[in-house]
């Protein structure tokens, strides 16, 4: 089996008489807000975020662990028009991810109009046969009246399951939303251990968090054509008396199409890369519990997001 539920079988455990658990797409236009909203729901950062459009590139999995239910969380990438493979590749990742779940998430956040790319997924999302709840996500981003209208713009979309507001940012709503989300999940016993927060290898989180780090650095200067490969992480040898683990080294690739964005990539001296490396070491320390150097390479993969091999190898 393709999708979410792929190699994943119910952990026998003891949990509660009732115990609900299962699988949800978050889905949405690009920069709608559901790597932010998988992380509050989470309550730990299990995807990355940024003002960027196309952020996600991955489905990945976030855990929410209920007294008891257990929601696994999909946070698709948004469904745009593909221009590349890898636009192509993005949307099929959407497209299987919904078909394998027990219900969907359909993010439109309150800041930004309902428009012809939310009509496109919502009719997308009308032959499903598994529950579809509307969020209204960003609400702490307009005033109460504007989201009223929303609300009501929402509403004549699609026949929904549910439409619920929230605001991430301030955690507005976002307990409410668990409990919604969990009354449409089968009986199932806990899919995950029941302290899990994600089934994301470190290698794909450290990635990913580098590229977040360069995606917040870079602005609006390049284009959407950066991968980050995790190429080996290595634990340097204790000192003699060490009591305290040693330092792990973390040898991080960088990629770009062209030779000339190395540079964007790298800044002046090095400035920029240096800048990536302090951002992204922070979440890496947090993520791996121990002190770290990173150590960040530019490379040139020409024209990668329109070759097979290439995206097959970035995990595409």
Request: proline letters at 7%; charged letters at 30%.
């Amino acid at each position: 089996m393709d999708g979410p539920q792929a190699d994943v079988e119910p952990l026998i455990a003891n949990y509660p008489e009732g115990f609900r658990a299962g699988f949800v797409a978050i889905v949405g236009r690009p920069n709608v807000g559901k790597s932010t909203l998988t992380n509050a729901l989470v309550g730990s950062k299990v995807a990355i975020t940024s003002r960027r459009p196309e952020t996600t590139r991955r489905s990945i999995r976030g855990v929410v662990q209920g007294d008891n239910y257990q929601v696994v969380l999909v946070d698709t990438p948004g469904y745009h028009r593909p221009r590349t493979l890898l636009g192509q590749r993005l949307n099929s990742m959407v497209r299987d991810s919904v078909g394998q779940v027990d219900a969907v998430l359909f993010c439109l956040p309150c800041d930004q109009r309902v428009g012809p790319g939310d009509d496109f997924i919502a009719r997308q999302l009308r032959g499903l046969k598994v529950p579809v709840i509307a969020v209204a996500t960003k609400m702490d981003a307009v005033a109460q009246e504007r989201v009223m209208k929303h609300l009501v713009a929402i509403d004549k979309l699609g026949d929904w399951e549910q439409i619920v507001p929230v605001s991430a940012a301030t955690g507005e709503q976002v307990d409410h939303l668990k409990d919604v989300v969990a009354s449409y999940l089968p009986p199932s016993p806990p899919l995950y251990p029941l302290d899990a927060e994600s089934d994301e290898s470190d290698e794909a989180l450290i990635a990913e968090y580098v590229r977040e780090a360069a995606l917040e650095e870079i602005r609006e200067e390049l284009p959407h054509s950066l991968a980050v490969s995790v190429e080996e992480i290595i634990e340097r040898k204790k000192k003699p008396g060490q009591n305290y683990p040693p330092m792990l080294d973390v040898h991080v690739n960088v990629y770009v199409e062209r030779d000339s964005q190395k540079a964007i990539i790298i800044g002046t001296g090095g400035t920029r890369i240096k800048r990536i490396g302090m951002k992204a070491r922070r979440e890496v320390e947090k993520l791996l519990g121990r002190r770290i150097y990173l150590d960040l390479h530019v490379r040139t993969a020409k024209d990668w997001q329109s070759d097979p091999k290439m995206l097959d190898r970035f995990g595409f």
